[in-house]
């Protein structure tokens, strides 16, 4: 099955830059996503399709993906933005596939 | 609005079955693909099963193939998760999710809680 792998944890600083990674054989043949899941809400969508922000999500939040590994980039980050974050893709023989999960804690 | 929202969950014995739903509401549910994912104590998110538009094409996490049965009755907006011979490792928080643009979830439900008692 297609695994997908992210660092369990990132600290970042506020006003500062943190960068998410996800690992995957061939990752950059296939549509990235990527979730912010704060406690006790549901998970948001924040980037689809590599790089695209559904409308309402800030433009901190962008994304990249190429050969194996997918990015997630938040700029300026704020308090809110701690969170876990996860990046997803779709494979045909597992559907659709999760990360490990990375939890950004600001401080 | 998309609106999607959960129930059914609850405490079952080991080996026990339960039938979770999901309302859709404010957006043409016969035209989107659906799915289950779920979320256990302290872990990841994990996609437990999806299903087309049509309901013709099913699939299952690994974990739960053969036990769990997705479908959807597009007349009444709802998809189901039916799950047998529940194990402990099934206790999680499960999510109902639309399926966005490019095999991306867009709209998740708040979830429902299923509690296994061993």
């Known amino acids: 099955s297609y695994e997908l792998t992210q660092p369990p944890s990132l600290s970042v600083s506020p006003g500062q830059t943190a960068t998410i990674s996800c690992s995957g054989d061939n990752l950059g043949n296939k549509y990235a996503s990527w979730y912010q899941h704060r406690p006790g809400q549901s998970p948001v969508l924040v980037i689809y399709h590599d790089s695209r922000r559904p409308s309402g999500v800030p433009e901190r939040f962008s994304g990249s993906n190429s050969g194996n590994t997918a990015i997630l980039t938040i700029s300026e980050t704020q308090a809110l933005d701690e969170a876990d974050y996860y990046c997803?893709?779709?494979?045909?023989?597992?559907?659709?596939?999760f990360g490990t999960g990375t939890k950004v804690t600001v401080l | 609005e998309v609106q999607l929202v959960e129930s059914g969950g609850g405490l079952v014995d080991r080996g026990g079955s339960l039938k979770l739903s999901c309302a859709a509401s404010?957006?043409?549910?016969?035209?989107?693909?659906m799915g289950w994912v779920r979320q256990a104590p302290g872990k990841g998110l994990e996609s437990v099963s999806a299903i087309n538009a049509a309901g013709t094409t099913t699939f299952y996490a690994d974990s739960v193939r053969g036990r769990f049965t997705i479908s959807r009755d597009n007349d009444k907006n709802t998809l189901y998760l039916e799950m047998n011979t529940l194990k402990a490792e099934d206790a999680a928080l499960y999510y109902c999710a639309k399926e966005g643009s490019s095999w991306s979830y867009g709209h998740w439900g708040l979830g429902t809680l299923v509690s296994v008692s061993s």
């Open positions: 997803q893709t779709w494979d045909s023989s597992s559907n659709y596939v």
């Open positions: 404010g957006f043409t549910f016969s035209a989107s693909a």
